[in-house]
């Protein structure tokens, strides 16, 4: 079949939305012939992997507004409005190869937020709309740690969801889409009144066979200290704070926790650390190359990923795929990844409560070598029979077929 994607954030040798972008389209021509219509700024790195490995069912598309070729990770000024003056630009492209191709079935892949339009839901033909998320929210008791800065950006994500889910073409989108996978439960409750058919849970996120191989050559340490990681940008909505103040309240004796990343909440971190008079057992590291990363991964024992709004996201996939135990909250993504043969997942009521129960499967997963074990051998399994992009693929094929011969599922 000839299938189209739309992938705003598409390029090859990346994580995130850039990531899913180049795997759905890679995994996607394993079986079908291929266009995609993504950013002329993604062109440099994706020509350069096609010269490497050319794929003969792979097609690139590249359009841009007003050559506006600026590296939006990590970045949200323009953002909006160049995402939307890029999807008008898509269609047109689109309805313009479609004239000579006449695809069967459509797909908007990246950005996965639900609360934007995707308007190539306007060709005359089948159309998936996903996998969406962005749904999730830092529930409110949980306001109370943020600063000023992080109430004003949760106030103003909340809002721009709010306005973009009430645009009438992220509706039309919405009720266009034949099948609508979402990454997490919020994120369905969202689309459903947006007249989203079809609606199933499917995460976005998937980790290559290479990279499960890799992972996998780091056994769980024998030796003490037990060692807790963490991996990610410290914001607020990473929720670190509530993990730092876990591992000072568990006390114990013979552990670390170590944290790899930075960001803006790095000094109240530290100052949380220095408070609880454990300055020399939690260490920040900063952000440190992938090689050395995968190093410290190999050195620790326990995976603690205590996001309050995460849509997916790589970090819990590649803890279970080098067999840790994932210590995380029951919210978002997280919540769909980990299930309790692969780690230990604490409901999110209010701060208190997180810390408390946070402190005692600390001192569970520290005490009992056992169970770090059984819990890093089914994080492997379920990574394998679950996450890796090779089962996405084949999931894809059958999709798209399914999803071309009829549009009402």
């Given at each position: 079949?000839?299938i ?5 954030a ?5 994580g ?5 972008g180049?795997n759905?389209a ?7 012939e ?5 950013r002329?700024f ?12 050319p ?7 590249f359009v841009?507004?007003?050559?506006w070729?600026?590296n939006?990770?990590?970045r949200?000024?323009g ?5 939307y003056?890029?999807?008008?630009l898509a269609?047109?492209?689109?309805k ?6 006449k ?5 908007h892949v990246?950005?996965v ?5 995707s308007?190539?839901c ?5 159309f998936?709309?996903g996998?969406i998320g ?11 740690d ?5 109430k004003?950006?949760?106030?103003a994500?909340d ?10 073409f992220?509706r039309?989108?919405?009720k266009k ?27 976005e996120a ?17 030796s ?10 410290l ?8 993990s730092?103040r ?5 006390n114990l ?8 990343g930075d960001?803006?909440?790095r ?8 408070d ?9 590291w900063?952000r ?7 190093k410290?991964?190999?050195?620790s024992?326990v ?9 997916g ?22 919540d ?7 780690g ?16 005692a499967a600390?001192?569970?997963l520290?005490?009992?070598g056992?169970?770090?074990q059984?819990l ?9 029979t679950?996450y ?6 084949e999931f ?14």
């Open positions: 079949m000839k189209l994607l739309s992938c705003f598409c390029e090859p040798g990346q995130s939305e850039e990531g899913v180049w759905v890679v995994q996607s021509a394993r079986f079908n291929v266009w995609v219509v993504t002329e993604c062109r440099p790195p994706i020509e350069a992997e096609l010269q490497r490995n794929n003969p069912n792979l097609h690139f598309i841009e507004p007003f050559n070729q600026e939006f990770k990590g949200q000024g953002l909006q409005l160049h995402y003056m890029w999807q008008v269609y047109r492209a689109a313009k190869v479609h004239q000579k191709v695809f069967d079935v459509a797909r990246t950005y937020k639900f609360w934007s339009p308007l190539i306007l060709l005359p033909i089948p998936i709309w996998p962005g749904g999730e929210a830092a529930p409110k008791p949980f306001w109370r943020f600063n000023s800065k992080a004003l950006y949760e106030t994500r809002i721009a969801q709010r306005i973009g889910a009430a645009d009438p992220t039309i989108t919405a889409s034949v099948y609508t996978p979402v990454t997490t439960e919020d994120t369905a409750k969202r689309v459903r009144p947006m007249g989203a058919k079809n609606i199933e849970i499917y995460g998937g980790l290559s066979t290479a990279r499960i191989n890799q992972l996998a050559q780091y056994p769980l340490p024998d003490q200290p037990i060692r807790f990681i963490s991996l990610g940008r914001l607020h909505w990473k929720g670190y704070h509530l730092v876990a591992f000072a309240a568990a004796p013979n552990a670390e926790y170590w944290l790899l960001g803006p909440y000094e109240q971190l530290e100052q949380i650390a220095q609880a008079g454990l300055g020399d057992k939690i260490k920040f900063g440190i190359p992938r090689e050395d990363t995968l410290k991964l190999g050195q024992h995976l603690v990923h205590p996001s309050l709004h995460d849509s996201g790589w970090t819990c996939l590649e803890g279970m795929a080098a067999g840790r135990p994932i210590l995380c909250l029951a919210l978002g993504g997280p769909t990844q980990v299930t309790e043969e692969t230990i997942k604490i409901p999110a009521h209010n701060p208190d409560q997180v810390v408390q129960d946070m402190a600390m001192t569970r520290a005490t009992d056992e169970l770090r059984r890093g051998k089914g994080g492997r399994d379920r990574v394998r679950v890796d992009w090779d089962k996405k693929g894809f094929a059958q999709l798209y077929e399914k999803v071309s011969q009829t549009s009402n599922l």
